[in-house]
């Protein structure tokens, strides 16, 4: 048994998704979460900054003794895994791209059009492209990017004609010329989209990786013997910068969920 922490990191608010998730199937485990409000979006930034972003984000999980690495966050997985993974021999360093690609290869064949939405950094990085055909080079997959999505749903300008409008610019000429029947949610920000989507495209079947990298987390846990028992401590979540907006979308991620989070406001200095 291990009851120290895990951590979780994203450039902003999104890897919130994943959380819910988390609770609900590992209800022993505890929690940090880093939430780069302050500098987000990562996903229109140059690569060595979202490394020295990410690298300072993880530096502090450390720091703080958690027992695995969670990267809730699509561009920085794209971006950094490796390097990460490298900086942090000692301890397990998950990125959400791959259980996302398990899933894909192990529900779809040659007969399904696979979509791949992301922010403009995940999408040229083409790393789920390359790791679905590695694993199934017969799979269709076409990808684009979709550059405001992220700053709408952080605005939380969701459920309204804009974020609709912006998903149509965007999707509709990619799904139906491509055919596309399954999309693959690439930024952990998009399940908060997730109904105008499902509400636009009904027939389009949706993989959504804050919940494909739940049985991940819980397989490194299974295989270094990492499972916390229950405990009194709690979760710890902080964010760069508590907007109003923020607070609002952390609310709007978990008002179906019996689970309560209260975030502290983080000093960047710091790191």
Same mark, same amino acid.
């Given at each position: 048994?291990?009851?120290?922490? &895990?951590?979780?990191?994203?450039?902003? !608010?999104?890897?919130?998704?994943?959380?819910?998730?988390?609770?609900?199937? !590992? #209800?022993?485990?505890?929690?940090?979460?880093?939430?780069?409000?302050?500098?987000?979006?990562?996903?229109?930034k140059?690569? $060595?900054?979202?490394k020295?972003?990410?690298?300072?984000?993880?530096?502090?999980?450390?720091?703080?003794?958690?027992?695995? &690495?969670?990267?809730?966050?699509?561009?920085?997985?794209?971006?950094? !895994?490796?390097?990460?993974?490298?900086?942090? +021999?000692?301890?397990?360093?998950?990125?959400?791209?791959?259980? $996302?690609?398990?899933?894909?290869?192990?529900?779809?064949?040659?007969?399904?059009?696979?979509?791949?939405?992301?922010?403009?950094?995940?999408?040229k990085?083409?790393?789920?492209?390359?790791?679905?055909?590695?694993?199934?080079?017969?799979l269709?997959?076409?990808?684009?990017?979709? +550059?405001?999505?992220?700053?709408l749903?952080?605005?939380?300008?969701?459920?309204?004609?804009?974020?609709? !409008?912006?998903?149509?610019?965007?999707?509709?000429?990619?799904? $139906?010329?491509?055919?596309?029947?399954?999309?693959? *949610?690439?930024?952990?920000?998009? #399940?908060? /989209?997730?109904?105008? *989507?499902?509400? *636009?495209?009904?027939?389009?079947?949706?993989?959504? +990786?804050?919940?494909? /990298?739940?049985?991940?987390?819980?397989?490194?846990l299974?295989?270094?013997?990492?499972? $916390?028992? +229950?405990?009194?401590?709690?979760?710890?979540?902080?964010?760069?910068?508590?907007?109003?907006?923020?607070?609002?979308?952390?609310?709007?991620?978990?008002?179906?969920?019996?689970?309560?989070?209260?975030?502290?406001?983080?000093?960047?200095?710091?790191?």
């Amino acid at each position: 048994m291990d009851n120290r922490p &895990i951590g979780f990191f994203d450039s902003g !608010l999104g890897g919130l998704t994943c959380i819910p998730y988390l609770m609900k199937a !590992l #209800p022993n485990e505890k929690i940090i979460y880093f939430g780069d409000t302050a500098r987000t979006p990562y996903g229109s930034k140059a690569p $060595a900054t979202i490394k020295a972003f990410s690298m300072q984000i993880a530096d502090f999980l450390v720091q703080n003794q958690v027992k695995m &690495i969670v990267i809730a966050c699509n561009t920085v997985t794209s971006t950094c !895994l490796p390097d990460l993974i490298k900086r942090y +021999p000692d301890i397990p360093v998950l990125g959400i791209i791959q259980p $996302a690609v398990d899933k894909v290869v192990s529900s779809c064949d040659s007969s399904n059009a696979i979509g791949i939405i992301g922010t403009k950094v995940t999408i040229k990085s083409k790393t789920y492209n390359d790791s679905i055909e590695t694993l199934n080079p017969n799979l269709s997959i076409f990808s684009t990017a979709c +550059p405001t999505f992220v700053p709408l749903i952080e605005e939380g300008i969701i459920q309204n004609d804009i974020m609709d !409008l912006s998903i149509k610019y965007y999707l509709d000429q990619f799904i $139906a010329y491509n055919k596309i029947d399954t999309l693959v *949610l690439g930024c952990t920000h998009y #399940p908060l /989209i997730r109904k105008n *989507l499902e509400k *636009l495209y009904p027939g389009v079947r949706i993989i959504n +990786p804050s919940e494909e /990298i739940i049985s991940s987390i819980d397989s490194a846990l299974k295989k270094y013997d990492l499972y $916390a028992s +229950p405990s009194g401590l709690g979760n710890i979540f902080y964010a760069s910068d508590l907007s109003e907006n923020f607070i609002n979308m952390i609310n709007r991620i978990f008002e179906n969920s019996e689970f309560k989070v209260a975030f502290k406001n983080f000093d960047l200095d710091v790191l």
